[in-house]
């Protein structure tokens, strides 16, 4: 059906369509929109616009924000594969509703049961949450407060033959999932060495690195690491970014970028399941990094990354004051967590899932991060996004009598 709607919009106004089963949007009640930004400015969609927006899209996003993005892409990352032939792994992208859908499609096209997936725990839930169902053996690479440990990985892949991994029947893993950035839940962030010698590794083992990375904008100190991406020189990196953190979380707003023969597959799965992305949310979005262009968007990161340094400052002064002889912590250079070890104690779950709630300060125990959720874990992520330094300060010292009560 909406090939016939893609046929339909590239065809001569002569055209006369009896085929798309999309419905007529003069019954929509819907008759014009504007939203107010806060820089003065208006996006406003006319009748026709509005027509357009409340209708069914293309699978892979509307043209206008997809080039956006791709323009985008090119000039930050430089990806070797942007000018390959598009059977070679040529650079594409498409639209997803968030990075979610767009991690819970890469893996549903790249993992089977029983397959072999490497991924350096602890690891966003939300993550491990696709991957379960999907029946597939999850490996822990070693890493640390700067990510994924390369030595470690090498130790981990040692168990398989370079030279055997494409035999039918190999169990060596295929797909390696890391976050780069700002990691939820660890707040670490990887060296561009280490980038390399795991780019090298997967070269050596012919692995495809999942590069999940919506803390990239979230990066507080320039230059930015160069990403994955940027040396992709097979065609072995799918990338999912995300607007959550920079323009909204509600919009639902996420990108893959990938080789063009992985992200056509991603598209498939998107066609049967979701369609597309909102096509109102699509065009509002494109509205305003059309009238922003890339200098405006980097502008308005500017200011998103001040935002986050300064609370990312207060919760490392907060723990300095109220956790400092019962916890330990590294200070991250992205992102909007801190992950934080409680000396003495085996396991948070209890003491966060019971006392913390009666002393009414909320964090997340880190066995919902840990590929075996009941491995007991000492650690607990503390997001520094919603609250005030104020109300950090008070968390925290709250925090710390738990902590004294406990041990
Ligand atoms: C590493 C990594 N990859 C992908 C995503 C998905 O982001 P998307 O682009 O918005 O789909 C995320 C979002 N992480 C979280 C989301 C969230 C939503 C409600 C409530 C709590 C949430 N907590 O705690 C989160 O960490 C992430 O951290």
Not at 24 to 52: H, Y
Not at 59 to 65: A, C, K, R, V, Y
Not at 286 to 304: A, M, N, R, T
Request: charged share 20%; hydrophobic share 40%; with cysteine.
């Amino acid at each position: 059906m909406l090939s016939a709607i893609n046929l339909q919009q590239r065809s001569p106004p002569s055209m006369i369509s009896l085929a798309g089963g999309a419905p007529n949007p003069n019954t929509f009640p819907f008759q014009l929109a504007s939203i107010k930004m806060k820089n003065g400015q208006t996006l406003t969609f006319d009748e026709t616009v509005m027509k357009r927006a409340l209708q069914y899209s293309a699978s892979n996003g509307i043209p206008e924000l997809l080039t956006w993005m791709k323009n985008l892409q090119k000039n930050l990352h430089n990806p070797p594969t942007a000018g390959y032939a598009p059977e070679n792994g040529q650079m594409d992208m498409c639209v997803t509703t968030g990075s979610q859908e767009g991690l819970c499609k890469v893996f549903e096209m790249l993992v089977n049961p029983g397959d072999n997936v490497l991924l350096d725990a602890p690891t966003y839930s939300g993550t491990l949450a696709t991957l379960q169902p999907l029946g597939c053996n999850l490996i822990n690479v070693p890493s640390d407060q700067h990510g994924m440990i390369p030595a470690g990985l090498k130790e981990v892949l040692s168990q398989w033959d370079p030279s055997e991994v494409h035999k039918p029947g190999s169990t060596a893993p295929r797909v390696l999932y890391t976050i780069p950035n700002g990691g939820n839940p660890t707040g670490a962030s990887m060296t561009s060495q280490r980038k390399q010698e795991v780019y090298e590794l997967a070269r050596q083992y012919d692995m495809l690195i999942i590069e999940d990375d919506p803390y990239y904008f979230l990066q507080f100190d320039k230059p930015w690491a160069p990403t994955f991406l940027s040396m992709d020189v097979d065609g072995r990196i799918i990338r999912t970014d995300s607007f959550s953190k920079i323009l909204s979380s509600g919009l639902r707003i996420g990108f893959v970028t990938g080789p063009k023969p992985l992200v056509d597959r991603v598209v498939l799965h998107i066609q049967a399941s979701t369609m597309h992305t909102s096509t109102f949310t699509q065009l509002m979005v494109s509205q305003l990094l059309h009238s922003w262009g890339q200098e405006g968007f980097l502008q308005h990161i500017d200011g998103v990354i001040e935002f986050y340094r300064t609370q990312r400052d207060a919760m490392i002064s907060s723990a300095d004051r109220w956790l400092k002889d019962v916890a330990e912590w590294h200070a991250p250079s992205a992102g909007m967590f801190l992950w934080i070890k409680l000396k003495g104690i085996a396991d948070t779950q209890q003491l966060i899932m019971k006392k913390a709630l009666e002393k009414e300060v909320l964090l997340v125990p880190g066995g919902v991060f840990m590929i075996n959720s009941s491995d007991p874990c000492p650690y607990v992520r503390a997001a520094f996004s919603l609250s005030t330094p104020e109300q950090i300060d008070e968390a925290f010292r709250r925090l710390s009598s738990l902590i004294k009560e406990a041990l």
